[in-house]
């Protein structure tokens, strides 16, 4: 034990990452630290990458260097998807002192007793083959709601994505270990539990006979908890089934992150994508067929190999004509060990960042069109545990952003609230129908 240290983690990416961070953490605390913010001078810094884009490995160099400055003689560690892939270019960086990779992140504490600082970086990274373990996780104490891991890895090897090289096959606990995590977090203040993974309705897929209906029928019945939400989802799981089952769910959320990454037949088969447009289109349409207020979400990719102005057109138009909520526009990045760097015909890179403006531009216009539908009505809303410029921003049940005068006492809470206007940054302005705490 050694109460008198501290560590500062940080996290890059995905909500997935946000959960494992939160566990990391807490194996730091059981062993005495004290957590801490990056800037409040800590001894231990814990920097988890994203590889995803170009950007976030950028960033991961700038972090090293923001934590020396903060703290030259502090020991930083290096974990995440970026460690995984390229551990000895992180090793590189001047100022880290220790890599791990996917199957010894969790190992952390020990290693880092383990190891003595040196000018060399030690790195601690197997092949992604080894990574066999699935090990539980879940935010708490970092914001409202809390991201449960409830699978890792994927078996899909999409040709622009690393994920399957940075975390392995698709793995995850059993139906009956999952809910036992859910109550663990039942136990806290959290009101609301967003279900996270890198494909989780693979979850069950080669082991048992247990699948991801099955699993959000078992989190429906723990007490406790009063709001769920499926995180990203690929279109050929999401089943009726589970559509169905939302819809007549109190505590699953109508709202919906659906991937498409493209509108384009020609370029979803070049990205070895499980499904085509059509497929996508009747996913969307059941949902609002059944929950007419669901808010849906889309992730696209613009600039693939290949996309022509045309193919980008009928991606652009497909988009505009479905009743979808919002969109996360991702310019396509060339990624080592992808089979995509391979393709011929790249798109320029000014003509990759023109569609992505025109894409973000459609994205406002839908999200504001889905919050003005909802004028004058009034909805649940979680709010924050922070306030906003004097404002305490939350989420309605169909993932609508709404902000209120801050009080302290509506922290973290689930209030009843008329939405009166919508405001240039599409925020929603409301006022309480009921005066503090909905539910106890």
Same mark, same amino acid.
Not at 15 to 32: D, H, P, V, W, Y
């Given at each position: 034990?050694?109460?008198?240290?501290?560590?500062?983690?940080?996290?890059? !990416?995905?909500?997935?990452?946000?959960?494992?961070?939160?566990?990391?953490?807490?194996?730091?605390?059981?062993?005495?630290?004290?957590?801490?913010?990056?800037?409040?001078?800590?001894?231990?810094?814990?920097?988890?990458?994203?590889?995803?884009?170009?950007?976030?490995?950028?960033?991961?160099?700038?972090?090293? %260097?923001?934590?020396?400055?903060?703290?030259?003689?502090?020991?930083?560690?290096?974990?995440?998807?970026?460690?995984?892939?390229?551990?000895?270019? &992180?090793?590189?960086?001047?100022?880290?002192?220790?890599?791990?990779?996917?199957?010894? %992140?969790?190992?952390?504490? @020990?290693?880092? +007793?383990?190891?003595?600082?040196?000018?060399?970086?030690?790195?601690? =990274?197997?092949?992604?083959?080894?990574?066999?373990?699935?090990?539980?996780?879940?935010?708490?104490? @970092?914001?409202?709601?809390?991201?449960?891991?409830?699978?890792?890895?994927?078996?899909?090897?999409?040709?622009?994505?690393?994920?399957?090289?940075?975390?392995?096959?698709?793995?995850?606990?059993?139906?009956?270990?999952?809910?036992? *995590?859910?109550?663990?977090?039942?136990?806290?203040?959290?009101?609301?539990?967003?279900?996270?993974?890198?494909?989780?309705?693979?979850?069950?897929?080669?082991? !048992?006979?247990?699948?991801? +209906?099955?699993?959000?029928?078992?989190?429906?019945?723990? @007490?406790?908890?009063?709001?769920?939400?499926?995180?990203?989802?690929?279109?050929?799981?999401?089943?009726?089934?589970?559509?169905?089952?939302?819809?007549?769910?109190?505590?699953?959320?109508?709202?919906?992150?659906?991937?498409?990454?493209?509108?384009?037949?020609?370029?979803?088969?070049?990205?070895?994508?499980? +499904?085509?447009?059509?497929? +996508?289109?009747?996913?969307? /349409?059941?949902?609002?067929?059944?929950?007419?207020? =669901?808010?849906?979400? *889309?992730?696209?990719? *613009?600039?693939?190999?290949?996309?022509?102005?045309?193919?980008?057109?009928?991606?652009?138009?497909?988009?505009?004509?479905?009743?979808?909520?919002?969109?996360?526009?991702?310019?396509?990045?060339?990624?080592?060990?992808?089979? =995509?760097?391979?393709?011929?015909?790249?798109?320029?890179?000014?003509?990759?960042?023109?569609?992505?403006?025109?894409?973000?531009?459609?994205?406002?216009?839908?999200?504001? /069109?889905? /919050?003005?539908?909802?004028?004058?009505?009034?909805?649940?809303?979680?709010?924050?545990?922070?306030?906003?410029?004097?404002?305490?921003?939350?989420?309605?049940?169909?993932? &609508?952003?709404?902000?209120?005068? /801050?009080?302290?006492?509506?922290?973290?809470?689930?209030?009843?609230?008329?939405?009166?206007?919508?405001?240039?940054?599409?925020?929603?302005?409301?006022?309480?129908?009921?005066?503090?705490?909905?539910?106890?």
């Amino acid at each position: 034990m050694n109460p008198t240290k501290k560590v500062a983690l940080y996290t890059l !990416g995905c909500k997935l990452n946000f959960s494992e961070t939160s566990s990391i953490a807490r194996m730091f605390q059981e062993e005495g630290f004290a957590r801490v913010d990056f800037n409040d001078t800590p001894d231990v810094f814990v920097i988890n990458t994203c590889s995803v884009t170009e950007n976030a490995d950028k960033k991961c160099k700038q972090l090293v %260097k923001k934590a020396k400055k903060i703290n030259p003689d502090a020991f930083v560690a290096i974990i995440g998807c970026y460690a995984q892939l390229k551990p000895e270019e &992180i090793a590189q960086i001047h100022g880290v002192n220790m890599v791990l990779g996917a199957a010894e %992140k969790f190992k952390i504490v @020990d290693y880092f +007793y383990q190891q003595e600082k040196s000018e060399i970086a030690q790195i601690h =990274a197997s092949k992604i083959k080894e990574a066999k373990d699935f090990i539980p996780s879940y935010s708490h104490g @970092d914001r409202t709601r809390s991201f449960l891991k409830i699978q890792d890895g994927c078996d899909y090897f999409c040709t622009f994505c690393t994920i399957p090289l940075a975390r392995g096959k698709s793995r995850n606990q059993s139906i009956a270990e999952t809910v036992k *995590v859910a109550e663990e977090i039942a136990k806290t203040n959290i009101k609301e539990v967003v279900l996270t993974g890198v494909n989780i309705g693979d979850f069950g897929q080669g082991e !048992g006979n247990e699948d991801f +209906y099955q699993l959000v029928q078992a989190l429906d019945k723990v @007490d406790g908890i009063n709001r769920y939400r499926i995180s990203s989802i690929e279109p050929n799981l999401l089943s009726n089934d589970i559509i169905d089952f939302v819809s007549e769910s109190d505590k699953f959320m109508p709202h919906f992150h659906i991937p498409l990454q493209s509108g384009s037949n020609k370029i979803l088969k070049i990205m070895r994508r499980k +499904y085509l447009k059509e497929l +996508y289109s009747e996913r969307v /349409y059941r949902i609002k067929e059944k929950m007419p207020h =669901a808010c849906i979400g *889309v992730d696209v990719i *613009v600039g693939f190999p290949d996309e022509t102005d045309e193919d980008f057109l009928e991606t652009y138009n497909f988009l505009n004509e479905l009743p979808i909520s919002y969109l996360h526009v991702f310019t396509y990045s060339e990624r080592q060990n992808t089979t =995509a760097v391979k393709l011929d015909n790249p798109v320029p890179k000014e003509v990759r960042s023109e569609r992505s403006k025109m894409l973000h531009i459609l994205s406002e216009k839908k999200k504001r /069109y889905f /919050y003005e539908q909802f004028l004058g009505k009034s909805f649940n809303v979680l709010l924050e545990a922070e306030q906003h410029e004097g404002f305490l921003n939350g989420f309605t049940e169909n993932y &609508i952003k709404v902000k209120v005068p /801050y009080e302290t006492a509506l922290e973290n809470t689930i209030q009843q609230i008329n939405i009166n206007t919508i405001d240039s940054e599409n925020v929603a302005e409301g006022e309480l129908i009921l005066n503090y705490k909905l539910e106890v």
